[in-house]
């Protein structure tokens, strides 16, 4: 069983949608949990960054964590083009020192 | 500003061949990375290397070597080249100080074909 399930897509919406990206995890060791963003050729880049359950927003982006349910979603609202890219949610255990275990993306497009 | 480079960019391989990919950052950090990214596999940690002078194996190490030169440099090197090596292939860096672990800097990626 994968330590990270993330849903592949590709995800095709609308300008000014609200999008919904999600993973799950099976490590309950799991401390920190982390969205990051790869544009089209180019090196991931991280979004946010959150330590415990709940919500934390920057902008236009909320990421959710859910530690009872091994659960983390990422909102965009107002989504833009520019929001066009894949996103891979992260996670590290407090032990393994900065190594992280990525899911493997979902594939978003956003259409003007 | 330019934070972790990486070369080359792209590189084609007859099966066999050996080739380094070389990786330096600017950033002063102590942890080095190399990831491997394939399409329904995500991101797979290769090697890792927490400080100058120490090296170790991550998630998928067979088939590669790594050598951390200096604090600044991290090279990968495939000594004889398979197909399932096809990749694109990104370092990575960061502090490893407490939330800051939480922060790697990606290269650009470097596309190998290996033929």
């Known amino acids: 069983q994968k330590e990270v399930e993330q849903d592949p897509g590709p995800l095709s919406v609308p300008e000014g949608a609200i999008v919904s990206l999600n993973c799950t995890y099976s490590?309950?060791?799991?401390?920190?949990f982390m969205w990051y963003r790869q544009y089209s050729r180019k090196g991931p880049e991280l979004l946010m960054y959150?330590?415990?359950?709940g919500n934390k927003e920057d902008g236009r982006f909320t990421a959710q964590v859910d530690k009872s349910s091994k659960y983390i979603s990422l909102f965009i609202r107002d989504s833009q083009p520019s929001d066009s890219a894949t996103y891979l949610c992260?996670?590290?255990?407090?032990?393994?020192?900065?190594?992280?275990?990525f899911g493997e993306g979902t594939q978003l497009t956003v259409n003007p | 500003n330019a934070g972790v480079t990486q070369t080359p960019k792209f590189q084609v391989l007859k099966t066999g061949q050996s080739m380094t990919l070389q990786c330096a950052q600017d950033?002063?950090?102590?942890?080095m990375y190399w990831y491997r990214q394939d399409p329904g596999m995500g991101l797979r940690l290769i090697y890792y290397?927490?400080?100058?002078?120490?090296?170790d194996k991550g998630e998928v190490p067979n088939g590669y070597n790594v050598s951390r030169l200096n604090k600044r440099e991290f090279s990968l090197r495939l000594e004889s080249a398979a197909p399932s090596q096809t990749s694109v292939y990104f370092c990575a860096s960061n502090k490893l100080q407490g939330t800051s672990g939480n922060t790697i800097y990606f290269g650009e990626g470097s596309w190998l074909t290996v033929v």
């Open positions: 959150t330590y415990s359950s």
């Open positions: 950033m002063n950090h102590n942890s």
């Open positions: 490590n309950s060791a799991f401390q920190y």
């Open positions: 290397s927490a400080s100058e002078g120490t090296t």
């Open positions: 992260a996670y590290r255990r407090e032990t393994s020192g900065s190594r992280l275990t």
